[in-house]
T-cell receptor
Framework: QKEVEQNSGPLSVPEGAIASLNCTYS??????FFWYRQYSGKSPELIMS????GDKEDGRFTAQLNKASQYVSLLIRDSQPSDSATYLC????????????FGRGTSLIVHP | KAGVTQTPRYLIKTRGQQVTLSCSPI?????VSWYQQTPGQGLQFLFE???????NKGNFPGRFSGRQFSNSRSEMNVSTLELGDSALYLC???????????FGPGTRLLVL
């Protein structure tokens, strides 16, 4: 079974700090990786996607992908209280079904 | 572009009843996926439709069914509701299979 693992947290960081969220996956052939943010009681909102090894930056967010080690991470710079949410990692495994497997999410708390 | 829309947003039903949920994807998106989200199980994949055909199905009983219309709008139906069906039901659309999914606001179903 293809799995996506995330630490459930909560991860607590002070305002202005860098929050680092990690995700590991079991299917070595996976090609597409996504980070979503979900506020309590709301639906997941796409933050960014990444497909190649290395870093991808979008504003305060940086996704890092290492296929050899089978992990993808999300860095949030200058964390704000409004970043407090659950962050979901999603991976589309190899095999042709095209259906992403979601991790359980990491709860992030940014305190003033 | 307008986002994914789902109706109704909230539903209260009793055990044994049936329910139909509706999803309108982003204009031009042809793939629609449905997920069930509960605190205990996280995001669970129900099924995916593309070009009016069910392409993938998750591990849910036959009480859960769906369909997609020629305009890509999709409906899912749950018959003989059980207490355990209480959840947030999320619809996600993407331009095609395997591409980035965008979620609707969800339908929160409570079964009493």
């Amino acid at each position: 079974q293809k799995e996506v693992e995330q630490n459930s947290g909560p991860l607590s960081v002070p305002e202005g700090a860098i929050a680092s969220l990690n995700c590991t996956y079991s299917d070595r052939g996976s090609q597409s990786f996504f980070w979503y943010r979900q506020y309590s009681g709301k639906s997941p909102e796409l933050i960014m996607s990444i497909y190649s090894n290395g870093d991808k930056e979008d504003g305060r967010f940086t996704a890092q992908l290492n296929k050899a080690s089978q992990y993808v991470s999300l860095l949030i710079r200058d964390s704000q209280p409004s970043d407090s949410a659950t962050y979901l990692c999603a991976v589309i495994p190899a095999g042709g079904s095209y259906i992403p497997t979601f991790g359980r999410g990491t709860s992030l708390i940014v305190h003033p | 572009k307008a986002g994914v829309t789902q109706t109704p947003r909230y539903l209260i039903k009793t055990r044994g009843q049936q329910v139909t949920l509706s999803c309108s994807p982003i204009s031009g998106h042809r793939s629609v996926s449905w997920y069930q989200q509960t605190p205990g199980q996280g995001l669970q994949f129900l099924f995916e439709y593309f070009s009016e055909t069910q392409r993938n199905k998750g591990n849910f009983p036959g009480r859960f069914s769906g369909r997609q219309f020629s305009n890509s709008r999709s409906e899912m139906n749950v018959s003989t509701l059980e207490l355990g069906d209480s959840a947030l039901y999320l619809c996600a659309s993407s331009p095609s299979q395997g591409e980035t999914q965008y979620f609707g606001p969800g339908t929160r179903l409570l079964v009493l």
